[in-house]
């Protein structure tokens, strides 16, 4: 529990305000940025900066040049009031006065010192790093002395803290309750997009940039005798262009055959978009005998509540085609649905026209349910109606088997 001061007392709202060390540090610990109010020359200046907390010090980053880490090389040091907020919602009133917001925020006043011992400096750099990013400073090249020297950092300790938040729904007149307008709270959270890698990355997105999700949303890898399914990324483009070059491949596809390159790299990053929202769980296909990737394919309408899974979007290069591969990376998929996510149903669909996906499907096991009329809309314009297969869990033992029979006569033959 911090101490209460003058600095730190509430004037008004005094029920919105603690002291609570907890309460601080997980505030502190969740914003990615602060606010540092200062004085220069008697004039006020308040900067944003990164900021990271170690044990009861908070660290800020700075600039060498900047003008509070200049005047932070006073012996005295610089008096400073950081502020941190994380704004949780609108609150909506009948009235325009009682409007409001929910919200979580610290205020910290003290004298931040300039931190000039090496080792100090290192490591709350090194943990500015892993803030953003738990791995990341074992997965990235740290500072040179060159960069050190550049580099600045504050430390604040934490002794006169106050923590203020609004949590909770409309506080208005009684009178108000009856008047026409709409009345309540639309939450917000900061959220992270889907990770756009730089020209030139040739590695896969880190698994502490991938949100912690449900396995039913994580696109675990695969591995099989014939076929190695791992989650896709955009370093997988350049094999599947390779491929994919061929217009049969494209020809009852959802996109027309890419043109070049770049063309089957948005077809890659609208996937990986798909699965940010968690409407699709793609995966690229290798070759388990030459490790070359072969293809994609992936799971969608993905139903945690009911049950239920979708396999498809899958391309498979000609070449591959009755090899194993897509008969084994179907059996990886229906294995993890069926018996690692409890799944009870699972689903395909093709374009009616595609005859030879169809008898792929009926291979498998999956039973024809129907025609879905005008189901989608193909890339020239026209609209297909879609075949629609299911298999169901009580099946799934029966088809395993078989499935397993077919991969073992293919292995005999070759």
């Known amino acids: ?14 029920g ?17 940025h602060c606010a540092v109010g200062f004085t220069v020359n008697g004039e006020p200046r308040i900067l944003p900066t990164l900021h990271v907390r170690v044990g009861d010090t908070v660290y800020l980053h700075g600039s060498t040049g900047s003008r509070p880490l200049l005047a932070a090389r006073d012996p005295q040091g610089l008096a400073v009031c950081l502020t941190v907020t994380l704004l949780d919602g609108l609150v909506y009133a009948r009235s325009q006065f009682h ?46 002395r060159r960069e050190l020297a550049e580099t600045a950092v504050l430390a604040l300790p934490l002794h ?18 009856a008047l026409p307008h709409w009345a309540g709270v639309v939450p917000l959270r900061l959220v992270p997009g889907a990770p756009e890698p730089d020209a030139g990355v040739t590695v ?26 791992e989650p896709l990324d955009m370093t997988h483009v350049d094999g599947l262009y390779a491929a994919t070059r061929d217009p049969q491949v494209w020809q009852h596809l959802g996109h027309r055959e890419p043109r070049d390159r770049d063309e089957l790299a948005a077809i890659v990053a609208d996937a990986l978009r798909a699965e940010h929202r968690g409407e699709r769980l793609p995966w690229v296909q290798r070759s388990a005998v030459t490790g070359e990737i072969v293809g994609t394919t992936s799971y969608y309408e993905i139903n945690e509540t009911s049950r239920s899974i979708a ?39 093709t374009d009616i026209r595609n005859e030879r996906s169809q008898r792929a499907i009926e291979r498998l096991g999956a039973r024809r349910e129907g025609v879905l009329r005008m189901h989608r809309q193909r890339p020239d314009g026209s609209w297909r109606d879609t075949a629609q297969y299911s298999m169901i869990v009580d099946e799934w033992p029966n088809a395993q088997v078989r499935l397993r029979e077919m991969l073992h006569a293919r292995a005999g033959a070759a």
């Open 1 to 14: 529990m911090y101490a209460k001061t003058e600095r730190t007392t509430a004037m008004r709202d005094r």
């Open 16 to 32: 919105r305000i603690g002291y609570e060390q907890a309460a601080a540090h997980a505030i502190l610990d969740e914003a990615l």
């Open 99 to 144: 409007h409001s917001a929910n919200y979580r925020s610290v205020i910290a006043h003290g004298t931040a010192r300039l931190v000039t011992d090496e080792t100090e400096k290192t490591a709350a750099m090194t943990a500015l790093v892993e803030k953003v990013g738990r791995g990341r400073a074992a997965d990235s090249r740290p500072p040179t």
């Open 160 to 177: 006169e803290v106050s923590v203020k938040a609004r949590v909770g729904g409309v506080n208005e007149e009684p009178e108000d309750h």
């Open 204 to 229: 896969p997105l880190p698994d502490y940039l991938r949100a912690p999700r449900s396995p039913w949303f994580t696109a675990a890898p695969l591995a099989g005798a014939h076929a190695i399914l």
């Open 311 to 349: 396999i498809g979007h899958t391309i498979l290069g000609s070449p591959w085609w009755r090899t194993g591969i897509n008969t084994e990376a179907k059996l990886l998929l229906l294995t993890r649905a069926f018996e690692e996510l409890g799944a009870q149903r699972v689903v395909w669909h």
